[in-house]
């Protein structure tokens, strides 16, 4: 067994362990601390596939914007754990239930059977000057143009819709309006009046 594979297998137990922490932590602030160590761990994993622009992208977008957003709104809720923790007794046999059916689908589809190594051979080893954001580049524009610009599509739709429903209720509002507001005159908004002066006698 090489150091790349010692390396996998440290990086994957360790992001089992961070990743069922994040389920098991009643803390939500070390519970999202848990989730930003899964991702570099996950991160990790990429690097040892030679995948280092997904890597870097992983460790980029969500640690260091999506998680770190989610951190400052978790630590400025005042979160009550006991409303949290109600109920968890309940729906514990039904979610010990879906992780093991998922676990168990999990197995048969990524298992030795599909990916072991005499299925599916080593990826071979790139040169130096291969670069990933090409290929990755090419392969978008080229091979998966078609589902490429149609998630591009399903997300525009789902950022009007999303838009769409916050502003449902809101119809009372009144937007403002530019070219009526440069017309106003301070003779239609102000009125002046006089009054003649008086001195009450003490």
Not at 12 to 20: N, R, T
Not at 64 to 70: C, D, E, H, N, T
Not at 170 to 181: A, I, V
Request: hydrophobic share 55%; proline share 3%.
């Amino acid at each position: 067994m090489n150091v790349q594979q010692n390396l996998f297998y440290v990086f994957s137990s360790l992001a089992i362990l961070a990743g069922s922490m994040v389920v098991i932590s009643k803390n939500p602030v070390r519970a999202v601390l848990f989730l930003v160590l899964t991702f570099f761990l996950t991160a990790g994993l990429w690097i040892l596939l030679e995948a280092e622009f997904l890597a870097v992208t992983l460790v980029l977008v969500y640690v260091g914007a999506v998680m770190v957003l989610f951190l400052f709104v978790v630590m400025m809720l005042d979160i009550e754990l006991a409303s949290v923790r109600e109920g968890f007794a309940h729906y514990l046999p039904l979610g010990l239930c879906g992780s093991v059916l998922v676990i168990i689908s999990l197995i048969y589809a990524i298992g030795p059977a599909q990916f072991g190594l005499n299925v599916v051979e080593l990826p071979l080893s790139h040169s130096i000057d291969y670069s990933h954001v090409k290929e990755l580049g090419t392969l978008l524009y080229t091979r998966f143009l078609y589902p490429f610009e149609l998630a591009g599509i399903l997300l525009l739709v789902a950022i009007i819709a999303a838009i769409s429903i916050t502003f449902r209720d809101k119809k009372e509002s009144k937007s403002p309006q530019p070219n009526q507001q440069i017309l106003v005159r301070k003779e239609d908004r102000v009125r002046l009046l006089k009054m003649d002066t008086w001195k009450k006698n003490l």
